[in-house]
């Protein structure tokens, strides 16, 4: 009888960010799913899968009946940095260990976390180094009213300060308000030169509609004059934005058009699971990367207690639809390829521009050359981004 592994899916599969929920889960239970198809791996993993609905309160009580009634001693999961942080001290109380998968605002590092979402070197710094030299550094900064676009838009403040540059203005929603006509009036009065998008679900959403309603009856405020750049944005969520959003800039470390021997397996495997017309994101590939990456150090630990599974993490290196990943033993974070997308007519990425190689993490920013951004601004050679060695 094979060994069964207990693995906690801890999604808001519903509520303002629910289809980046849905898109992470279905990419954890497609590697599940397939770890459990292929003997090679000896064992079972057993998900225990909960949907906290995007509600605060709800994160702690499944997190603890995850680990303490169903024995899992792995966490996949939680989207924004509120409910990371609100899971953590369960998490470090029971020594089990959560799997991130998301972008989030960096300045932070625990033993009890495995962060496979980008850090701030690796989606606003090559954002930036992007946009700032093209379009100018007078920005709008708009965000929701929560730790990733307080923290996010502190980071392009130092960012645009570094290079002379000007924030205009810089104004927050509550999550879910969709109440952004004062944000696009004030945009439209002050004409900063592009808008850095923190909001999250329903309040992007609107954001980007409302805005595409200015470009209609200004064309000053078209995308290529005067885009909306975010680090957050992926496939999964542009059905809901519609056409508003094409023409706009995100970061990300995978879109689906992303070339690899891997990802085209993984978009093969993807379109039998889900039909054709199923698109792949970060999230959803986010989400099936841990899963496997997890499989792959149980398999070689022969344990899935996580004081074997770490250093395990920490010395190899893992082919993924994300690239070739390997985590940082002093932050428990991974090198990542940063790449920009413009959003394209076809609900789709068009990739713009990608780093040659994956960017070691620098959660605290304290590798960063601002005055190599300062010169790719006034117009000297692009800054590189920093590789892994």
Same mark, same amino acid.
């Given at each position: 009888?094979?060994?069964?592994?207990?693995?906690?899916?801890?999604?808001?599969?519903?509520?303002?960010?629910?289809?980046?929920?849905?898109?992470?889960?279905?990419?954890?239970?497609?590697?599940?799913?397939?770890?459990? *198809?292929?003997?090679?791996?000896?064992?079972?993993?057993?998900?225990?899968?909960?949907?906290?609905?995007?509600?605060?309160?709800?994160?702690?009580?499944?997190?603890?009946?995850?680990?303490?009634?169903?024995?899992?001693?792995?966490?996949?999961?939680?989207?924004?940095?509120?409910?990371?942080?609100?899971?953590?001290?369960?998490?470090?109380?029971?020594?089990?260990?959560?799997?991130?998968?998301?972008?989030?605002?960096?300045?932070?590092?625990?033993?009890?976390?495995?962060?496979?979402?980008?850090?701030?070197?690796?989606?606003?710094?090559?954002?930036?180094?992007?946009?700032?030299?093209?379009?100018?550094?007078?920005?709008?900064?708009?965000?929701?009213?929560?730790?990733?676009?307080?923290?996010?838009?502190?980071?392009?403040?130092?960012?645009?300060?570094?290079?002379?540059?000007?924030?205009? *203005?810089?104004?927050?929603?509550?999550?879910?308000?969709?109440?952004?006509?004062?944000?696009?009036?004030?945009?439209?009065?002050?004409?900063?030169?592009?808008?850095?998008?923190?909001?999250?679900?329903?309040?992007?959403?609107?954001?980007?509609?409302?805005?595409? *309603?200015?470009?209609?009856?200004?064309?000053?405020?078209?995308?290529?004059?005067?885009?909306?750049?975010?680090?957050?944005?992926?496939?999964?969520?542009?059905?809901?934005?519609?056409?508003?959003?094409?023409?706009?800039?995100?970061?990300?470390?995978?879109?689906?058009?992303?070339?690899?021997?891997?990802?085209?397996?993984?978009?093969?495997?993807?379109?039998?699971?889900?039909?054709?017309?199923?698109?792949?994101?970060?999230?959803?590939?986010?989400?099936?990367?841990?899963?496997?990456?997890?499989?792959?150090?149980?398999?070689?630990?022969?344990?899935?207690?996580?004081?074997?599974?770490?250093?395990?993490?920490?010395?190899?290196?893992?082919?993924?639809?994300?690239?070739?990943?390997?985590?940082?033993?002093?932050?428990?974070?991974?090198?990542?390829?940063?790449?920009?997308?413009?959003?394209?007519?076809?609900?789709?990425?068009?990739?713009?521009?990608?780093?040659?190689?994956?960017? *070691?993490?620098?959660?605290?920013?304290?590798?960063?050359?601002?005055?190599?951004?300062?010169?790719?601004?006034?117009?000297?050679?692009?800054?590189?981004?920093?590789?892994?060695?």
């Amino acid at each position: 009888m094979r060994t069964s592994y207990a693995i906690g899916l801890l999604y808001s599969t519903t509520g303002p960010y629910g289809a980046i929920g849905r898109d992470a889960l279905d990419g954890a239970l497609m590697a599940l799913d397939e770890v459990n *198809a292929d003997p090679g791996f000896g064992f079972a993993l057993t998900p225990f899968a909960a949907n906290p609905e995007g509600v605060i309160d709800r994160y702690h009580a499944l997190c603890e009946a995850a680990i303490r009634e169903a024995g899992c001693r792995q966490i996949v999961g939680t989207i924004t940095s509120l409910s990371r942080k609100e899971v953590l001290p369960t998490i470090e109380k029971h020594d089990a260990l959560l799997w991130y998968i998301c972008p989030y605002e960096g300045f932070e590092s625990s033993e009890a976390v495995i962060y496979t979402g980008a850090c701030p070197n690796q989606h606003i710094v090559p954002l930036f180094q992007h946009v700032l030299p093209r379009w100018g550094t007078r920005a709008a900064l708009v965000g929701s009213n929560y730790i990733w676009g307080w923290e996010v838009n502190r980071v392009a403040r130092e960012l645009i300060g570094a290079c002379g540059g000007e924030v205009l *203005a810089e104004r927050y929603l509550p999550i879910g308000s969709t109440e952004v006509g004062r944000l696009v009036q004030e945009i439209r009065d002050k004409r900063p030169d592009f808008v850095l998008n923190n909001l999250i679900g329903p309040s992007s959403y609107a954001f980007f509609r409302a805005y595409r *309603a200015l470009a209609d009856s200004d064309p000053d405020f078209a995308p290529d004059r005067r885009p909306i750049v975010s680090c957050n944005l992926t496939e999964c969520e542009l059905a809901l934005i519609g056409p508003a959003g094409t023409g706009h800039l995100s970061s990300a470390i995978y879109f689906e058009g992303v070339d690899g021997a891997e990802n085209q397996a993984f978009r093969q495997r993807l379109r039998r699971r889900f039909g054709a017309g199923r698109r792949s994101s970060a999230f959803l590939a986010g989400g099936y990367t841990a899963v496997r990456m997890l499989a792959e150090a149980i398999r070689e630990a022969g344990t899935d207690a996580p004081e074997a599974v770490r250093p395990i993490l920490h010395a190899r290196r893992f082919d993924t639809p994300l690239g070739r990943l390997s985590i940082d033993r002093r932050t428990n974070h991974a090198a990542l390829t940063p790449h920009l997308g413009r959003i394209g007519a076809d609900g789709g990425f068009a990739l713009v521009d990608s780093a040659a190689a994956p960017v *070691a993490p620098d959660p605290y920013l304290v590798d960063f050359d601002a005055a190599a951004l300062t010169r790719s601004v006034r117009g000297a050679a692009r800054p590189r981004l920093k590789r892994v060695k």
